[in-house]
Nanobody, 123 residues
Framework: QVQLVESGGGLVQAGGSLRLSCAAS????????MAWFRQAPGMEREFVAG????????YYADSVKGRFTISRDNAKNTVYLQMNSLKREDTAVYYC????????????????WGQGTRVTVSS
């Protein structure tokens, strides 16, 4: 089974940048579509960005378009989320997710999840 481990979270001032990484267990990583979700206190888990198995198609929530970039390196079994111009409202626990099926903006569409990495943006 696929195991996902996120890293790269931390404390950053508003306007700063962070790059999150999600390392997957080796196997059939390249056949999975990947996504990042986030969950803030008292909020539902929400879609942030997604990427197709080939990396050729990406999707972003309106709230992060132009600021965040998702990418993947299938040779390293890793997906990244580059976060620039961070805002206070970006504070959340960020989760990496994988699906063997089609892209979905709903967390219900994903088969595997990481444990999450916390991002805190100070104002």
């Amino acid at each position: 089974q696929v195991q996902l481990v996120e890293s790269g979270g931390g404390l950053v001032q508003a306007g700063g940048s962070l790059r999150l990484s999600c390392a997957a267990s080796k196997g059939t990583f390249s056949t999975y579509a990947m996504a990042w979700f986030r969950q803030a206190p008292g909020m539902e888990r929400e879609f942030v960005a997604g990427i197709s198995w080939s990396g050729g198609i990406t999707y972003y929530a309106d709230s992060v378009k132009g600021r965040f970039t998702i990418s993947r390196d299938n040779a390293k079994n890793t997906v990244y989320l580059q976060m620039n111009s961070l805002k206070r409202e970006d504070t959340a626990v960020y989760y990496c997710a994988a699906t063997s099926g089609s892209y979905s903006g709903s967390p219900l569409g994903y088969d595997y999840w990481g444990q999450g990495t916390r991002v805190t943006v100070s104002s």
